[in-house]
T-cell receptor, first 114, second 117 residues
């Protein structure tokens, strides 16, 4: 079964600290992996997209890594800010689907406290 | 560009009533997606259009749900009759697909929060 699992489910950190969110997937065949940030009451916003051959991709203070062998990805947030408080969703695209079908994780809720 | 526009932003209705959600994709995008998000199930793809044609509707829960895209700048998602379990946030997203789908960035609208009493 194609699944995307994220951990932890929720996380609280102090402003300025770093944190790492995890994503494990069993989607096959794999096309690409995305990380989205979703602020409360808003739609998800794409942070990174990584294909099979990419190990790491950065977007400002966000760095995503991908290990296609172990089917794991992480999202590292450096020097967290209050505005980083949001839900972070890991999404994997099915390689065999003619729609590029996306399999969504349940998300990690991050709260950054002052 | 104003991004993906959805209306209404909030909808409260009674069980059995018809609900119509509207979406205007980003100009120039050729693909449109309808998603549903709940606490229990997270984000789920309901239906995907490419060049106004429905490509994959396998996520549509049942016959009570229907979606149309009469032109490149407008789509509707209709629920008739609505039930309390349809309560969720419904997102519309659009993207520009060049070649094989799945590599492009999807841009999400702000969502419609639906409550069926």
């Amino acid at each position: 079964k194609n699944q995307v699992e994220q951990s932890p489910q929720s996380l609280i950190i102090l402003e300025g600290k770093n944190c790492t969110l995890q994503c494990n997937y069993t989607v096959s065949p794999f096309s690409n992996l995305r990380w989205y940030k979703q602020d409360t009451g808003r739609g998800p916003v794409s942070l990174t997209i990584m294909t099979f051959s990419e190990n790491t991709k950065s977007n400002g203070r966000y760095t995503a890594t991908l290990d296609a062998d172990t089917k794991q990805s992480s999202l590292h947030i450096t020097a967290s800010q209050l505005s980083d408080s949001a839900s972070y969703i890991c999404v994997v695209s099915l390689g065999s689907s003619n729609t590029g079908k996306l399999i969504f994780g349940q998300g990690t809720t991050l709260q950054v406290k002052p | 560009d104003a991004g993906v526009i959805q209306s209404p932003r909030h909808e409260v209705t009674e069980m059995g009533q018809e609900v119509t959600l509207r979406c205007k994709p980003i100009s120039g995008h050729n693909s449109l997606f309808w998603y549903r998000q709940t606490m229990m199930r997270g984000l789920e793809l309901l239906i995907y259009f490419n060049n106004n044609v429905p490509i994959d509707d396998s996520g549509m829960p049942e016959d009570r749900f229907s979606a149309k895209m009469p032109n490149a700048s407008f789509s509707t998602l209709k629920i008739q009759p609505s039930e309390p379990r349809d309560s969720a946030v419904y997102f519309c997203a659009s993207s520009l697909v060049r070649g094989a789908p799945g590599q492009e960035t999807q841009y999400f609208g702000p969502g419609t929060r639906l409550l069926v009493l």
